[in-house]
């Protein structure tokens, strides 16, 4: 997938995130939830944006690890308000897909990017 794509997936994936958020029902719990999710979920696109401009393959890869990290903190946070019963299971379901496969793909690039690196020049 190339850069432009990817930066549209995971600004596609933030909006989700703020409509799925605004949807929560109006508790303390669901708002603290909500906001962890709000600020990991919208962060994914955010940090993707900022490895795009990385100044070089090592900046790039520590980047990416925090979209890893961003990703795979959005999914807990989905499940938690799942199990929760702060949002039904098929509101979610589409939502933790996305999140799924935005963590998956910057896994796999950083571990190209690390492969890359690796070869001598």
Known sequence: MDEAT???RTKRFGLAVIKLV??????RTAEILGRQLLRSGTSVGANYR????????HDVI??????????DES?????????AGLVAPNNAE???KEANELLAMTVA????????????K
């Open 6 to 8: 990817f930066k549209q």
């Open 22 to 27: 605004e949807a929560l029902p109006r508790s």
């Open 50 to 57: 900022a490895a795009c401009r990385g100044r070089s393959a």
């Open 62 to 71: 520590a980047k990416l690890g925090i979209v890893e990290e961003e990703a």
């Open 75 to 83: 999914i807990y946070w989905i499940e938690l308000l799942v199990e």
């Open 94 to 96: 589409l939502l933790k």
């Open 109 to 120: 690039s950083i571990k190209t990017l690390r492969i890359r690196n690796m070869r001598p």
